[in-house]
């Protein structure tokens, strides 16, 4: 018979690894792993596109290259795969460090600039043209003009790592938003730890999110709504998107001066909530 009760035990372990400097290290291995690894498998994509360059810009019967290995494309494969793994690792130790309800986005956007860099590094020593303007045919000398998609294509060394590029400031801008917007929640939630009001809330409904493959339906979170009465008797209610799936108690923390205020009120779904577990107005 165990004598600690879970919900405490899982509080407990949560709070003890939030600041822990194991996971700060972990977290900054990881995302230098990720980095290497965006970079390799943004390096093999540009060898890739360089295969549909040329043969959109030269004959077919162009032989030039055709003695070096794939390399590059199969070593950008393995890059990719050490990025999704990487990356996930970052995250995790990212927010279990930090105490937050879900990663970061700040590993995706290091690892999508890295692969921008390799693309642009990998463009660099793309394949000229054997005539600018003619598909050169070397063996039976059937030359044809270029058209549309091959003077696109004859120009991929400048506008596919510029069009990257702009992707990856668009990513930053967006990863820079969400930090602003998670700080400031981040403010107000232990601001109201501090001197808010915690109180008990009414699961009035739960709706669950259901997902679904070829294997069948699971349930994968909900959408919970709870209801709480103010410092002057008012009830109020509040939806918040959960992953969890099984939910017995609610409790709410709330501004007594804003109390209608939603992005003020924090709704926990656990007996013994940990920081993490507050969850914000959407």
């Given at each position: 018979?165990?004598?600690?009760?879970?919900?405490?035990?899982?509080?407990?372990?949560?709070?003890?690894?939030?600041?822990?400097?194991?996971?700060?290290?972990?977290?900054?291995?990881?995302?230098?792993?990720?980095?290497?690894?965006?970079?390799?498998?943004?390096?093999?994509?540009?060898?890739?596109?360089?295969?549909?360059?040329?043969?959109?810009?030269?004959?077919?019967?162009?032989?030039?290259?055709?003695?070096?290995?794939?390399?590059?494309?199969?070593?950008?494969?393995?890059?990719?795969?050490?990025?999704?793994?990487?990356?996930?690792?970052?995250?995790?130790?990212?927010?279990?460090?930090?105490?937050?309800?879900?990663?970061?986005?700040?590993?995706?956007?290091?690892?999508?600039?890295?692969?921008?860099?390799?693309?642009?590094?990998?463009?660099?020593?793309?394949?000229?043209?054997?005539?600018?303007?003619?598909?050169?045919?070397?063996?039976?000398?059937?030359?044809?003009?270029?058209?549309?998609?091959?003077?696109l294509m004859y120009y991929a060394d400048r506008w596919v790592p510029a069009f990257l590029f702009v992707l990856t400031l668009l990513a930053s801008r967006y990863a820079v938003q969400v930090s602003r917007r998670y700080a400031e929640m981040v403010r107000?939630?232990?601001?109201?730890?501090?001197?808010?009001?915690?109180?008990?809330?009414?699961?009035?409904?739960?709706?669950?999110?259901?997902?679904?493959?070829?294997?069948?339906?699971?349930?994968?979170?909900?959408?919970?709504?709870?209801?709480?009465?103010?410092?002057?008797?008012?009830?109020?209610?509040?939806?918040?998107?959960?992953?969890?799936?099984?939910?017995?108690?609610?409790?709410?923390?709330?501004?007594?001066?804003?109390?209608?205020?939603?992005?003020?009120?924090?709704?926990?779904?656990?007996?013994?909530?940990?920081?993490?577990?507050?969850?914000?107005?959407?």
């Open positions: 018979m165990n004598t600690v009760d879970p919900e405490r035990a899982r509080h407990d372990r949560i709070e003890r690894l939030r600041g822990d400097r194991r996971l700060l290290v972990g977290a900054i291995l990881a995302s230098a792993v990720a980095l290497a690894c965006g970079f390799l498998a943004g390096h093999g994509f540009g060898e890739l596109f360089e295969q549909f360059r040329t043969m959109a810009i030269d004959s077919i019967f162009d032989d030039r290259g055709d003695a070096e290995p794939p390399y590059g494309p199969v070593w950008g494969t393995f890059g990719f795969l050490g990025c999704l793994a990487a990356t996930s690792l970052a995250g995790a130790a990212t927010r279990r460090y930090q105490g937050r309800p879900s990663g970061s986005a700040l590993p995706a956007v290091l690892v999508f600039a890295a692969s921008t860099l390799g693309v642009w590094e990998s463009s660099r020593s793309w394949l000229p043209p054997l005539a600018v303007g003619t598909a050169v045919d070397p063996v039976f000398h059937e030359d044809e003009k270029w058209g549309f998609w091959a003077w107000t939630r232990d601001r109201l730890l501090r001197s808010g009001r915690r109180v008990p809330a009414e699961i009035v409904e739960v709706k669950l999110r259901l997902a679904g493959d070829e294997s069948g339906t699971r349930v994968v979170g909900a959408d919970v709504t709870v209801s709480f009465a103010d410092l002057a008797g008012i009830r109020r209610w509040a939806t918040r998107r959960t992953r969890e799936t099984t939910i017995a108690t609610a409790e709410v923390l709330f501004d007594p001066a804003e109390p209608a205020d939603d992005k003020k009120i924090f709704v926990a779904l656990r007996r013994h909530p940990a920081l993490s577990d507050w969850l914000p107005a959407a």
